[in-house]
């Protein structure tokens, strides 16, 4: 086992040895090429810049060789400045040319013959007068003193034709040439040519890049490693033996040598397989019988051509560190595991078993159970803070999910705020604290709880904050959008409007924190202020951060519920004021039958003993009953006004008495007219017109007696009946077509009958075709419609027939006209059945659809009976009842005295109409009197003894 183990663990560590060892050399090549690649750009650019001095030197102007020769000091410290450059020269347009070489080894002094203590050798060519050029050799020392004068009429030189002077003679750009073997020195280097400012000369710097080489072998990873600098083409240009570099051909010209011709295999296979373009490239490869790892890149030094560099490292050289170490590593692992076994072994047992007990501790935090502290009896210092982390961890989410269970539970705002608050101090250990809240303007902040440590609100009048004042921890914090912390200094006090708090809480408070409050949106919603006298950990900001961003969702979370219940309650309002509104003649009744049930809902709900004394009502069914009362009429606004309003029999949108006035009076007229026809016919006194006064006068009573019926009553006898079925049977000659300007329905109906031609004989009353109105199939009841109405519904819709309407024996509505208004509680019931309501509101459309039922089964709009109906919905038919007998706003009756009203309800208990228990809850409460005393005229509240319509005693259920 041991030797699996140590095995595995050397092996392991010697591929992973390897693997960084790749990785390594990777980045030495990457690392190498970059430090060549800056070494040869310091070797070749100081030349640019030299060249780029001299091209200003009067050197280009002097036409004498005197006057060049004066600038030798010059051209020989350009020399010193830069060891790679060997020599400068100067070529002019006439051919003229003059060159200064650095002495400086043996074989300069040898090759050129120098004198002993020569340092640079001056080389020109002169045109003379006579138009021939002779050339020297001039040797100066250290000093540039001349020592020796050789005149050579060997040396010609015409330095025109050079690639040099040819590439620069025409720009000014400076032109470098491709890596070449100079002849003189046999050397590789490069030339760098310019044409001088004044453009008198060409300008040019020869210089050797044999210090690569020096630096090639500076750079090399191991001794066996192989370094080379090459061109595209595979010849070399610099590797660290210059003499395998250079060929000399068999007809004495000087060159580079191919990477291939080199002598080092590697180089060469590498330089064959792999593409000397492009971007670098790594790998191994096998040579020989031996494993290489390899690198071939760019390398940029700034020559005229692309220049590529190689580099290969024999793989055992790159290992063999990494073995010596492996077998050290083995042989210590092997220590290790025979040692440290035993001993781990016990140390795993010391620390898995608080582990272990950490893990089940976890596990119930996992599940949720947060009760049990988490304590771990260990002498591991590591363990024992784990231990304290989880369990602080532990009473962290306790405290969260206890501050969502109370906000989850509370229901009313102002409530939330304090609980909410009082949890914050109370996770926080804080000793008091503040809630503000923003305004509807945004404009400033509104304390809206304020709370100490012990669940009391702060015994201090706390002023609203400006949000224009930034010069307090308040407004600060809101700027800053984050928790912010400030010494609770008297001025900063002051500054939040706290001067005179420290006198209220037990301990002077020290410190203030605020932290501000903002909803999904990003908006602004308050600003927690909490107060310690204690100094304020960091722990502690971070903390109400967290608590901040949990308060301002639930505080956002009930303004919208709130907002959304406000909305509701306005729609519910507006509706119920667009019914009171339709008509002047309802009032207030949508308002006032609300108030009165929920006088009696609190009757019951407190009642002790009797029918009620289980009768209690949760917020949700207070909120029924609210939304139910202010809806029990909604569907009235279906109901059309001239209905509703019908104050006389022949109303419609208008009082069609006066058509009937219009008749009799042309009847009068008639009569009259006839009258006088007679006296010029027959030569009679037309004083004599007794017969036409009574004729008049019995056209008045008609008309009189038929005003009367048309306001309505309380009875009306056969013989007031048949009356008007006689004088349905006079007439009056219409001359004019009764179908011109009528609407396209009104004409529909009339064309029932054919029209009669003119002048046509018109009865004074007539229920006509034109007067029935066909009920559409939509608004009849189908005996199995799903809402269970059970409603005697009428042939027509309305019938408005001048007989039928004044043989109206009670009031001043039609069978037709009754209906349409007693339809607006089936209206009331599919509106609200239609409405999503939430559960605890889904009992609105029985609650509100009840208010005409009644005890018996006989009531609308589906019979329903006593058992039938939800206490609430016969409280709510009370109300109803009550409203409509004593208010004073309906056209057809006046409002009744309470003692009428009582009375009149009286009888509808008798007759099973009203509940008895709720009625007589209504009269021993007291409720008709608070009512009275609220919505009814003093003249109407007369002495009343509730005894006196007390029917029975209540039934104990």
């Given at each position: 086992m041991l030797a699996v183990v140590g095995g595995s663990i050397a092996t392991l560590g010697y591929n992973a040895m390897n693997q960084a060892l790749r990785a390594a050399l990777e980045d030495q090549f990457d690392s190498l090429t970059i430090l060549m690649r800056e070494r040869g750009r310091r070797l070749v650019d100081p030349i640019g810049a030299q060249l780029g001095v001299l091209i200003h030197d009067p050197l280009s102007s002097a036409t004498s060789l005197e006057g060049r020769l004066a600038r030798l000091p010059v051209l020989a410290e350009t020399l010193r400045m830069n060891g790679t450059v060997v020599s400068v020269y100067a070529g002019y347009p006439n051919g003229d040319f003059m060159l200064v070489r650095k002495i400086e080894t043996d074989e300069d002094v040898s090759r050129f013959n120098a004198p002993e203590g020569s340092r640079f050798l001056v080389q020109t060519i002169t045109e003379q007068e006579n138009g021939d050029r002779s050339g020297a050799y001039r040797f100066y020392d250290q000093t540039l003193r001349l020592i020796r004068y050789d005149p050579r009429d060997d040396y010609t030189y015409d330095p025109r034709t050079r690639p040099w002077y040819r590439d620069s003679q025409f720009t000014n750009v400076q032109k470098l040439s491709e890596p070449y073997v100079f002849f003189t020195t046999q050397e590789i280097g490069i030339t760098v040519s310019r044409r001088s400012a004044d453009r008198g000369a060409i300008l040019g710097l020869d210089a050797t890049i044999v210090r690569l080489a020096s630096e090639i072998a500076s750079i090399r990873p191991s001794s066996g490693s192989e370094v080379a600098i090459l061109d595209s083409e595979g010849r070399m240009i610099a590797y660290e033996d210059l003499s395998k570099v250079i060929s000399i051909h068999g007809d004495g010209r000087i060159g580079r040598l191919h990477v291939s011709d080199l002598g080092v295999p590697v180089l060469a296979r590498i330089a064959q397989s792999e593409r000397l373009l492009g971007p670098a490239r790594s790998g191994t490869i096998e040579v020989d019988g031996a494993n290489w790892a390899y690198s071939n890149g760019p390398l940029d030094i700034g020559l005229a051509e692309p220049a590529r560099i190689l580099l290969a490292v024999p793989v055992h050289e790159m290992f063999a560190a990494s073995r010596q170490i492996i077998q050290v590593q083995g042989a210590f692992v092997v220590l290790v595991l025979v040692l440290g076994i035993p001993i781990g072994w016990l140390l795993v047992r010391r620390i898995s078993k608080?582990?272990?007990?950490?893990?089940?501790?976890?596990?119930?935090?996992?599940?949720?159970?947060?009760?049990?502290?988490?304590?771990?009896?260990?002498?591991?210092?590591?363990?024992?803070?784990?231990?304290?982390?989880?369990?602080?961890?532990?009473?962290?989410?306790?405290?969260?999910?206890?501050?969502?269970?109370?906000?989850?539970?509370?229901?009313?705002?102002?409530?939330?705020?304090?609980?909410?608050?009082?949890?914050?101090?109370?996770?926080?250990?804080?000793?008091?604290?503040?809630?503000?809240?923003?305004?509807?303007?945004?404009?400033?902040?509104?304390?809206?709880?304020?709370?100490?440590?012990?669940?009391?609100?702060?015994?201090?009048?706390?002023?609203?904050?400006?949000?224009?004042?930034?010069?307090?921890?308040?407004?600060?914090?809101?700027?800053?959008?984050?928790?912010?912390?400030?010494?609770?200094?008297?001025?900063?006090?002051?500054?939040?409007?706290?001067?005179?708090?420290?006198?209220?809480?037990?301990?002077?408070?020290?410190?203030?924190?605020?932290?501000?409050?903002?909803?999904?949106?990003?908006?602004?919603?308050?600003?927690?202020?909490?107060?310690?006298?204690?100094?304020?950990?960091?722990?502690?900001?971070?903390?109400?951060?967290?608590?901040?961003?949990?308060?301002?969702?639930?505080?956002?979370?009930?303004?919208?519920?709130?907002?959304?219940?406000?909305?509701?309650?306005?729609?519910?309002?507006?509706?119920?004021?667009?019914?009171?509104?339709?008509?002047?003649?309802?009032?207030?009744?949508?308002?006032?039958?609300?108030?009165?049930?929920?006088?009696?809902?609190?009757?019951?709900?407190?009642?002790?003993?009797?029918?009620?004394?289980?009768?209690?009502?949760?917020?949700?069914?207070?909120?029924?009953?609210?939304?139910?009362?202010?809806?029990?009429?909604?569907?009235?606004?279906t109901t059309p006004e001239f209905v509703v309003d019908k104050a006389t029999k022949l109303e419609t949108i208008y009082d069609r008495i006066h058509e009937i006035r219009m008749r009799i009076e042309v009847m009068k007229r008639e009569a009259e007219i006839g009258f006088l026809r007679r006296v010029l016919a027959e030569g009679g006194d037309p004083a004599d017109d007794a017969d036409l006064r009574r004729q008049q006068s019995e056209l008045d009573a008609d008309f009189a007696f038929l005003a009367e019926c048309n306001l309505g009553g309380e009875f009306m006898s056969p013989e007031r009946v048949e009356r008007i079925e006689a004088l349905s049977r006079k007439t009056w000659t219409r001359t004019l077509s009764d179908r011109l300007g009528v609407s396209h329905a009104e004409k529909a109906r009339m064309d029932a009958v054919p029209e009669r031609s003119l002048p046509a004989e018109e009865p004074l009353l007539s229920d006509r075709p034109e007067h029935m109105f066909a009920r559409p199939e939509a608004d009849k009841l189908s005996p199995d419609n799903h809402w269970g109405f059970k409603m005697d519904v009428p042939e027509l819709l309305y019938n408005r027939g001048e007989v039928h309407n004044l043989k109206i024996s009670r009031g001043t509505l039609t069978e037709e006209d009754r209906y349409k208004i007693n339809e607006h509680i089936v209206q009331t019931i599919k509106m609200l059945d239609r409405l999503p309501f939430p559960k605890h509101l889904r009992n609105v459309p029985e609650l509100a659809g009840g208010h005409h039922e009644k005890m018996d089964g006989t009531g609308y709009p589906k019979r329903l009976s006593k058992n039938d109906m939800s206490p609430v919905a016969r409280m709510m038919a009370i109300a109803d009842i009550f409203e409509a007998l004593t208010a004073v706003d309906r056209p057809y009756k006046k409002g009744k005295t309470l003692s009428e009203a009582l009375k009149i309800m009286t009888f509808m208990v008798k007759d099973q109409h009203v509940d008895p228990d709720l009625f007589d809850l209504f009269l021993t409460s007291g409720i008709y009197m608070d009512y009275a005393l609220k919505f009814l005229r003093p003249d109407q509240i007369d002495a009343v003894d509730p005894q006196d319509y007390r029917v029975s005693a209540p039934a104990a259920e």
């Open positions: 608080p582990l272990k007990e950490l893990a089940q501790d976890v596990r119930a935090l996992a599940a949720f159970e947060f009760d049990e502290p988490i304590q771990v009896d260990t002498r591991i210092r590591e363990v024992a803070e784990l231990s304290i982390t989880i369990d602080n961890l532990r009473y962290t989410i306790q405290r969260f999910l206890e501050i969502n269970r109370a906000i989850a539970a509370e229901e009313d705002f102002d409530a939330l705020l304090r609980r909410l608050l009082d949890e914050i101090i109370a996770t926080t250990d804080t000793e008091a604290g503040i809630l503000y809240l923003t305004d509807a303007e945004g404009a400033r902040l509104v304390p809206h709880a304020s709370r100490t440590d012990d669940g009391h609100d702060l015994d201090f009048p706390i002023p609203d904050v400006l949000l224009s004042r930034r010069n307090n921890v308040i407004v600060r914090s809101i700027a800053d959008e984050n928790a912010e912390s400030a010494a609770a200094s008297p001025l900063e006090l002051e500054r939040c409007g706290l001067a005179g708090l420290p006198e209220k809480m037990t301990e002077p408070p020290q410190f203030l924190l605020a932290a501000p409050l903002y909803n999904r949106q990003k908006e602004l919603v308050g600003v927690l202020l909490l107060i310690e006298s204690h100094a304020m950990d960091p722990a502690l900001v971070r903390f109400t951060e967290a608590l901040s961003g949990s308060a301002a969702v639930s505080v956002e979370a009930r303004q919208l519920i709130a907002a959304q219940r406000e909305l509701f309650e306005s729609f519910i309002q507006m509706i119920a004021g667009a019914i009171d509104a339709k008509s002047p003649y309802t009032g207030g009744h949508c308002a006032r039958v609300p108030e009165l049930t929920k006088m009696l809902a609190a009757a019951a709900d407190r009642s002790d003993d009797g029918p009620f004394a289980r009768f209690k009502l949760s917020e949700d069914d207070w909120q029924a009953i609210h939304v139910a009362a202010w809806l029990h009429d909604c569907g009235k606004v």
